[in-house]
């Protein structure tokens, strides 16, 4: 992708892929996911699996693009997620913020300007 650094060691190495995250980045794994929840205090459910699906799907339908278009992502989660009260309920489910707290679980660098408090915060 290029929303990433490209290292050639990445690229030949064998990609290890989750049949339930068929769109992660070569070096993400569950157990990342977890360890970075765990130090954020966040216990994870299905419904932030499905998020971080979500955005890795985002992503690499979007990988031919230079930059992560912000509002984009921002009405693409609200929509997938509209049935169960859209972003409101994603700033339930990720209290430092859906677009950032999130991007950092699936392994995704978090679009410019998501610090801002609307989108939640990267810092």
Request: hydrophobic residues 35%; charged residues 30%; contains cysteine.
């Amino acid at each position: 992708m290029l929303h990433d650094s490209t290292d050639i060691n990445r690229l030949i190495q064998e990609p290890v892929t989750d049949p339930d995250f068929p769109h992660a980045p070569l070096d993400w794994t569950r157990k990342e996911a977890e360890k970075i929840a765990r130090d954020e205090r966040l216990e994870l459910t299905e419904d932030h699996w499905e998020t971080l699906r979500a955005l890795q799907n985002y992503y690499a339908h979007h990988e031919d693009d230079s930059v992560i278009n912000l509002r984009d992502l921002h009405d693409a989660l609200d929509e997938h997620f509209h049935q169960k009260g859209g972003l409101k309920y994603l700033y339930a489910l990720f209290p430092g913020g859906p677009i950032a707290q999130s991007c950092r679980l699936a392994g995704l660098k978090a679009p410019f300007m998501a610090s801002d408090h609307s989108f939640g915060s990267v810092a």
